[in-house]
């Protein structure tokens, strides 16, 4: 039957756009990771503002992706290819509101990630691929917008890296952001139980380990509480860069 | 925007979220109840006398139908209608079901396969994305693999009904059907493990017209096919 020549057209085309976007998630996927392992090694110290400014151009990059995605999707009812992009756009949400916190101590609104998520053709490779003359001088607009789900998703992972971020601040002897990210992680914390069960299955689920990290932060908080009574705050700092140094000197870092 | 307003905000979101699915329920739910009534029609043509209402039966069926394209129209308006695939989970199951109950209202009147186009129009919707509520590609080859395996239990009960030469049709018809099968490129999902069914389906007619060409009661049914239809 020539008509299942025609079905076989059909599918194969929507399967390989589904493949192509899930090579673009992968790649947005490890990208960001790469983004948040470098955000860690942030500290208040001298080379703070050049990691600030490479994890930019590393997020400029993983926006150049979600710009071929918006690419990919022009014409397409993006609900059909969701599951294919929603774990790379959930790492991203991570790795910007990430970086947002450190560089702000609050939390990126989803319509700020989405105004990132704009696209116009202004850039060069554009026109090359244009074949219309100067007369339709349009210019092209290509935007993605995170959905609700998927930004609720990735904040949740978030909290998990400040977590990490607070058990490392103590190693570094920066006794204020635990105390800060345990305000910060609470009121996350208060957000998710208003959404409660309202959301779907994947959000509920999250809120268990969402609970974990706020423990372990409180815990932290209130180590630091507890010995802070006992040694003087500014011999406390000494205490804990003195151990730092000690492991400087180990891995044979300057 | 504080983090609080924040999370108020995605609770709406996601609570409008949850009532446009409440009413999408509603919908599929009365259009369940249709294709259960159509079902329980057709059924009908797998007993013995049932064969000589096959007409009138097909009749019925499309007067039931015409309730589910009401029903369509209901449904078309509960959802923004650039989201269909937002909500497809909700009624890909029922749509299946109403691809195979046309395909089979359709196969027994005529004896081919029905065309997406003409689904599409006999429930209602439209054929392609861009036009608004369409039949998916998937959903589509879904419902006329259940017709497949309804046509194998229809030849067996052909035979037992005493028409020796519908099963000689059927087979000619599902082999056709299995070799368009053949040239699609799926993936491991649903559709895939439906298609896999199609094989025993093949067999089975297989198997019915063997038996009654070892008989001699297909050469019967061939001479005697002016009678028949």
Known sequence: MTSFKSFQLELDTRHDKYERLVKLSRDITIESKRTIFLLHRFTSAPNGEEILKESEVKLDAVRQKIKQVAQELIGEDMYQFHRAISPGLQEYVEAVSFQYFIKTRSLISVEEINKQLIFTAEDREETTNTTSNSRDKQPHTWSLKVTPVDYLLGVADLTGELMRLCISSVGNGDIDTPFELSQFLRQIYDGFTFIGNTGPYEVSKKLYTLKQSLAKVENACYTLKVRGSEIPKHMLADVFSTKTELIDQDEGLP | ?229
């Open chain 2, 1 to 229: 925007m504080s983090v609080s307003d924040m999370f108020a905000a995605l609770q709406g979101a996601l609570g409008q979220d949850q009532d446009i699915r409440e009413e999408i329920r509603k919908v599929v739910q009365a259009l369940e109840q249709t294709a259960r009534e159509i079902l329980t029609l057709l059924q009908g043509v797998h007993q013995g006398p049932g064969f000589q209402h096959i007409p009138k039966k097909c009749q019925k069926a499309r007067e039931h139908f015409s309730t589910v394209r009401t029903q369509m129209e209901s449904l078309k308006t509960k959802f923004p209608a650039d989201q269909y695939y937002r909500f497809h989970e909700h009624w890909r199951f029922v749509l299946q079901r109403l691809v195979f109950l046309a395909a089979f209202v359709v196969y027994l009147e005529s004896e081919t396969l029905v065309t997406r186009e003409a689904v599409a129009e006999i429930l209602g919707i439209e054929a392609d994305r861009e036009r608004g509520f369409h039949l998916d590609i998937e959903d589509y080859l879904s419902g006329v693999l259940t017709l497949a395996s309804e046509l194998a239990r229809l030849a067996v009960n052909s035979v037992t009904a005493g028409d020796y030469s519908r099963p000689l049709r059927i087979s000619a018809f599902i082999n056709e059907l299995d070799s368009g099968f053949r040239l699609l490129n799926l993936k491991n999902d649903s559709l895939r493990k439906r298609y896999d069914g199609l094989k025993y389906d093949v067999k089975k007619i297989e198997e019915v017209v063997y038996d009654l060409s070892i008989r001699g009661l297909n050469k019967e049914a061939t001479v005697g096919a002016g009678g028949e239809k």
